[in-house]
């Protein structure tokens, strides 16, 4: 078959042949991976959700709260509950935004954090990610600390910063900050009869 | 004539890489670490077989004048396609690689052969082109990001080599060390072709 000539009608018809094909390809593999892809996304909140709480077996993924911005994940074991996952996040990172997921205590200790996403340098900012960073942030007591500010040594506070990412240190202290301040508000630790009621029945206010 | 010169053709003797220096954006975005090249070679390696072979299956059907807007569409698909079958089955690489896919439909290697070997060849040697390119590429961004996570995170594929703490030549896997072992790479490249007379 010769190459068709290039004539209004047969570029049209052309293009219109192969977009028509390639959008019936598109659509037959979107909707073999849709329900992975919603799987992957679950699973990913689920294992950071396990990650920075102690054990725990409700379904806190269905129970989110979102207050200004963060997402709240109540845990409870056998209707008791045990601490909360805060989905935060910093705009103040080296290069923008990143987040991360901070587990508290009813007490309002931290448990354990973890990162979601960022864009810091990598061998830098990124060893927010390491434990000899993240770890001294486990079972830190805010309330504890002055002015109860979370702050790098460098800025008055009692946070190791990661040497030659000061500026990552700091939003990695501000997010968890931001984490603690609205939980410590909407969660109340203070009065266990109203955290209790809005730790376990989740999203009602 | 043997088929098998369409496919050792991109392997080194036309690397896309290092020898026509094509899709230099990803080569020096995302070589920070070895796995990232495998992985974003594969990527694309899968897009140019498929866009060569589709391309070269409806080269007669594609009239010259709209050819470039039909590439596109092809390799755009081909893309999405990679784009969501990654981000369900490997999510974690695409947490990593996850913002180059979809600038591979942008990547000149692939509209390179799409506009220079496939649309003039007949299927069988426009796989093997797609194929030896995408290797080529595969092989080269993955020794770019070898040499950069061993000097400048002490690791090879998430393999610790040096002490926890060791210092490393952080420059390496910032955008400057990219540029420095890009430039060296085409350097060696370049002498052992002219030593081996290739």
């Known amino acids: ?205 | 004539m043997s088929q098998l010169k369409y496919f050792t053709n991109g392997l080194f003797k036309e690397n896309p890489s290092l020898v026509l220096v094509l899709g230099t954006c990803p080569t020096l975005a995302v070589t920070t670490a070895a796995i990232n090249g495998i992985g974003m070679g594969a990527a694309t390696t899968f897009v140019l077989v498929f866009s060569n072979l589709l391309i070269a299956a409806l080269k007669n059907l594609i009239p010259n004048k709209v050819r470039i807007a039909a590439f596109i569409v092809i390799i755009a698909t081909f893309v999405t396609i990679v784009d969501l079958v990654m981000k369900a089955f490997t999510p974690d690489l695409y947490a990593t690689l996850g913002i180059f896919i979809p600038l591979i439909v942008v990547n000149c290697i692939i509209l390179g052969r799409a506009e220079a070997f496939a649309q003039k060849s007949n299927v069988i040697p426009a796989i093997l082109d797609g194929l030896g390119m995408g290797i080529g590429f595969t092989l080269a961004i993955t020794l770019m990001g070898s040499i950069r996570e061993i000097l400048g995170n002490g690791s090879i594929f998430n393999i610790k080599l040096v002490a926890e703490d060791a210092n490393t030549i952080l420059i390496f896997i910032l955008p400057p060390g990219a540029f420095i072992t890009y430039g060296y790479l085409i350097a060696i490249m370049n002498r052992m072709k002219k030593r081996y007379n290739i």
Do not use: H, W
Not at chain 1, 18 to 24: L, P, Y
Not at chain 1, 26 to 54: C, S
Not at chain 1, 150 to 175: P, Y
């Open chain 1, 1 to 205: 078959m010769a190459k068709l000539d290039s004539t209004l009608k047969n570029m049209i018809l052309s293009l219109l042949f192969i977009s028509m094909g390639m959008s019936a390809a598109l659509g037959f593999v979107y909707n073999l991976t849709k329900d992975p892809i919603a799987a992957a996304n679950k699973a990913k909140e689920v294992n950071a959700v396990k990650d920075v709480l102690p054990p725990f077996n409700n379904d806190p993924t269905t129970e989110v709260r979102n207050i200004d911005n963060l997402a709240f994940y109540p845990a409870t074991m056998d209707g008791k509950p045990i601490g909360c996952a805060v989905k935060t996040y910093t705009e103040k990172g080296y290069s923008g935004r990143f987040d991360l997921m901070v587990g508290f205590l009813p007490d309002g200790k931290i448990n354990n954090i973890v990162v979601l996403e960022q864009k810091e340098t990598p061998g830098l900012g990124t060893k927010m990610k390491e434990p000899k960073f993240k770890n001294q942030f486990n079972s830190l007591d805010i309330s504890s600390l002055q002015n109860k500010e979370l702050k790098v040594k460098k800025d008055g506070g009692s946070i190791d910063a990661i040497s030659a990412a000061t500026i990552s240190s700091r939003a990695f202290c501000d997010g968890v900050q931001k984490a603690y301040n609205l939980y410590m508000k909407n969660f109340i630790p203070g009065n266990p009869e109203v955290r209790d009621t809005l730790m376990t029945k989740g999203g009602k206010r």
